[in-house]
């Protein structure tokens, strides 16, 4: 196997980027290198009486003091309105080593009003695998709060019953991970394309001077996510490597032509890739507007008669402004907007005419309604 040499590593990065290129880091991650969910249970104290007197809360209060020597007769129902349970949750990063520490997010499982002021117990966080990663404990910081009256009228600003302890859990040990194991790495893309694969790794070879044409190639594409590396064996080499590898930059290729539509927030975005066939396209609307007037009629002084109401119908038909536009092929996305803009049509009118437009099959993109 051929190792790349460091310096010559560093004089490849003196060329020029690209006008639209990224840098690997930003596109793909290294895979098998990532963070760990851990979660734990545990008690917060202190709460200044706006804790819970819930079943689970009073056991797990009775096992702690059992800890610590301390039991109490079955029949004492102790008043813990200043103890709430909590589910405590963090990220374990990659490479991270015991001792050092991480923030933990605390939240309450019960019916406690607040966490205000409180601080958290000793917290074992766990894995997935039922191993404990790390500990938590300390003072929490909570962003909101609630006021209560008398007659049961509240007030809660943003979220009283969730709080963070910065530097909260002391990590006790690490999760394993393949970095340092065989002779290669592969980088995923965060939106896996055939194309970007295909690039990444024609990048990584033209920049590190591979042959793939004489069956020398560093970079492999896999499929349309992965693409596997070539990488020194020796462990500081190889982050020496990954140092500047993922600082080389290279052009993705286009993504798809997409429409994506939020139908809840009237939100829509339209790729630069879209285009239309010929088509052409009304928007306009009919209002009706039916009113009934109440009219006294009274005959006259003189003649035999008697007053009477009498109803008077309006009807007022209102035709808003219709216009027609015509699409040429390969209308682009600038040319679109300018258009339904001139009609003059809101978001939700859009999205009918885009969804109408796909049915037709005058619509080049994929339609996504999120």
Known sequence: MKLISLTIL??????????????????????????????????????????????????????????????????????????????????????????????????????????????????????????????????????????????????????????????????????????????????????????????????????????????????????AASVRVTAPRDIGQRVGFLATLENFQFEPADAPARVVINSRTGTIVIGQDVRLLPAAITHGGLTVTIAENQQVSQPNALADGETVVTTQSIIDVDLADSRMFKFEPGVTLDQLVRAVNEVGAAPGDLMAILEALRQAGALRGELVII
Do not use: C, W
């Open 10 to 223: 560093a004089l490849v990065l003196l060329s020029a980027p690209l006008a639209n290129a990224q840098r690997i880091k930003d596109v793909a991650s290294i895979q098998g290198v990532r963070s760990n969910q851990l979660v734990g249970y545990g008690l917060v104290v202190g709460l200044p009486g706006t804790g819970e007197q819930s079943p689970f809360t009073e056991q797990s209060f009775r096992t702690m003091l059992s800890n610590f020597g301390i039991s109490l007769d079955s029949n004492v129902k102790p008043k813990i309105k200043n103890v709430a349970a909590v589910a405590v949750h963090a990220e374990l990063p990659p490479f991270i080593k015991p001792g050092q520490t991480i923030d933990v997010t605390v939240s309450s499982v019960g019916e406690a009003s607040s966490l205000q002021g409180g601080t958290l117990l000793q917290t074992f966080l766990k894995g997935v695998d039922g191993k404990v990663y790390a500990v938590a404990q300390g003072s929490l910081i909570v962003s909101g709060f609630g006021a209560q009256g008398g007659d049961g009228s509240r007030i809660v600003v943003n979220t009283p019953t969730v709080g963070r302890i910065p530097n909260g859990a002391l990590v006790e040990q690490t999760v394993p991970s393949g970095f340092a194991n065989g002779d290669t790495l592969t980088l995923n893309l965060h939106y896996p394309d055939f194309s970007t694969a295909k690039r990444l790794a024609d990048t990584i070879n033209e920049r590190l001077g591979a042959q793939p044409e004489q069956g020398y190639a560093i970079a492999t594409p896999l499929d």
